[in-house]
């Protein structure tokens, strides 16, 4: 069985650890969560490189082939989920919106609605709200976008390796097939990413 070391890498024979130091931003205080993103790269290795240089990325990358690997320590934030999220109660289940507040913000300009919901989410917790950065793993898949509302399909490898992944996260962290998000799902990103990944 995988565990979880110390620094917060994941120790199993299936991970291969690549831990880039600058795509972390303090400290990951609880995981609640896990966003399934594609990478918007053809090769692992070019994903790789860019973490080197550091801002943006995942916990997680999974290559075509299904190669896993740990990219930031799981006690680490990363910036992968997005600067707004949108509003789950809009999506999900409207008859649990702030009907009064919804409404104003609804009248909005696109850009002051957008904010507005964004700021809005994040006054709640998790799981009244999706997923932020302070509480979810990312785990990126490689795979470039094809059009505004398209991109690649996933690998079988890639799923195969992505349900494992997942079921040994869920192990780790007490989480439920209901805590795994695509990225479109939680915040304003091509429909088409991570549309084929599988891990139910």
């Not at 805590?179 to 304003?188: A, N």
């Amino acid at each position: 069985m995988s565990t979880i070391d110390a620094n917060g890498m994941l120790i199993d024979p299936k991970v291969i650890l690549r831990r880039s130091s600058g795509i972390e931003h303090g400290a990951l205080p609880s995981v609640l969560a896990i966003v399934v993103h594609q990478t918007d790269s053809s090769t692992a290795e070019a994903s790789l490189n860019g973490y080197q240089v550091g801002g943006n990325g995942a916990h997680f990358l999974i290559d075509k082939n299904g190669q896993i690997y740990q990219t930031a320590s799981v006690y680490a934030r990363c910036y992968h989920v997005g600067k707004l999220i949108k509003s789950k109660c809009l999506t999900v289940n409207k008859s649990s919106c702030d009907t009064a507040a919804m409404a104003k913000m609804l009248a909005m300009s696109w850009t002051s609605q957008i904010n507005a919901l964004d700021a809005h989410e994040r006054a709640k917790s998790y799981p009244d709200r999706y997923p932020v950065n302070s509480d979810a793993i990312g785990i990126e898949l490689v795979g470039m976008h094809i059009d505004d509302k398209t991109y690649e399909a996933v690998t079988a490898a890639q799923n195969t390796s992505l349900q494992w992944l997942i079921d040994a996260l869920y192990v780790q962290f007490n989480l439920k097939s209901s805590d795994v998000y695509r990225h479109p799902t939680v915040s304003y990103k091509n429909p088409g990413e991570a549309s084929s990944a599988v891990w139910k």
